[in-house]
């Protein structure tokens, strides 16, 4: 056994939802959720989301603005280069969490008169997946994660569901799927 010779930047989790009206189609509803624990930019959660309920507009909402910023300049911003922009207006928000990664998994938001909610279901096999940060073209950071495909998945924004739905996939030769909890997750950067 040995230590990751990388800094860790941050930990936490990373469930994510897209979804489309076809398989292989355009993403009609993309949305990345993250619960920090530990980040330069503290704890905290942030949700990053873009779907026809949204105008097709990227929106953020957090409680901690900070954490919703850093994670812009660094690992979100390199998985998706439209949420680099830190012009976008983050809405604070509170977060709840409820379900059972076994059979279903909802996480919830409160904001200024919205109710955002992103629910997985059709829970499938976790697959334990590590990488390593390197220079260009690789990524900057290093990922260990478990992602756990759910080829059930929901957004809806004031009880109103998004478009599209999620489509089976493959990942290092296993079953996954275009939605996914990712939990235990870690990120790097080289020293």
């Given amino acids: 056994m040995s230590a990751d010779p990388n800094r860790l930047i941050l930990t936490g989790e990373n469930p994510f939802i897209r979804l489309s009206e076809t398989d292989g189609g355009p993403v009609t509803t993309n949305a990345s959720y993250w619960r920090i624990i530990m980040s330069p930019g503290g704890p905290g959660h942030v949700l990053y989301v873009k779907s026809e309920l949204t105008q097709d507009r990227w929106r953020i909402y957090s409680d901690n603005i900070a954490m919703a910023r850093w994670l812009q300049n660094t690992v979100q911003g390199m998985l998706n280069a439209e949420l680099a922009d830190t012009s976008i207006p983050v809405t604070d928000a509170e977060f709840y969490k409820n379900g059972d990664a076994r059979d279903f998994w909802?996480?919830?938001?409160?904001?200024?008169?919205?109710?955002?909610?992103?629910?997985?279901?059709?829970?499938?096999?976790?697959?334990?997946?590590?990488?390593?940060?390197?220079?260009?073209?690789?990524?900057?950071?290093?990922?260990?994660?478990?992602?756990?495909?759910?080829?059930?998945?929901?957004?809806?924004?004031?009880?109103?569901?998004?478009?599209?739905?999620p489509f089976a996939t493959q990942r290092e030769g296993?079953?996954?799927?275009?939605?996914?909890?990712?939990?235990?997750?870690?990120?790097?950067?080289?020293?």
């Fill in 106 to 165: 909802t996480e919830s938001l409160s904001a200024h008169g919205e109710e955002i909610a992103l629910t997985w279901h059709d829970i499938g096999e976790p697959l334990l997946i590590h990488t390593q940060p390197g220079p260009p073209p690789a990524r900057k950071y290093g990922v260990c994660t478990v992602l756990i495909p759910a080829l059930g998945a929901r957004l809806t924004v004031n009880g109103v569901q998004a478009k599209g739905r």
């Fill in 174 to 191: 296993r079953p996954f799927s275009t939605c996914a909890l990712a939990f235990s997750e870690s990120w790097t950067e080289a020293r």
